[in-house]
């Protein structure tokens, strides 16, 4: 299952009814999603961000490296 970009604000809308690791479960298996997630942080610029917001950034970066490795 992935996600495309329309129906990203609205999954982005229920991060704040989700559990994290609900949202950080999805990503793993889903690769859209997690470059969406990276894109939308990175939109946000760093002096915006939130240091929860920062640290899953981090965590969305090093998975997509990690998956990008795995043949």
Same mark, same amino acid.
């Given at each position: 299952?992935?996600?495309?970009?329309?129906?990203?604000?609205?999954?982005?809308?229920?991060?704040?009814? /989700?559990?994290?690791?609900? *949202?950080? =479960?999805?990503?793993?298996?889903?690769?859209? #999603? &997690?470059?969406?997630?990276?894109?939308? /942080?990175?939109?946000?610029? *760093?002096? =915006?961000?939130?240091?929860?917001?920062?640290? #899953? &950034?981090?965590?969305?970066?090093?998975?997509?490296?990690?998956?990008?490795?795995?043949?």
């Amino acid at each position: 299952m992935t996600i495309r970009d329309g129906e990203l604000s609205t999954h982005i809308m229920l991060l704040d009814h /989700l559990n994290l690791s609900m *949202v950080i =479960d999805q990503a793993r298996v889903d690769p859209d #999603l &997690l470059g969406q997630i990276i894109r939308k /942080l990175e939109e946000r610029g *760093v002096d =915006d961000r939130t240091q929860e917001e920062n640290s #899953l &950034l981090e965590w969305a970066r090093s998975t997509q490296r990690a998956q990008r490795k795995t043949p």
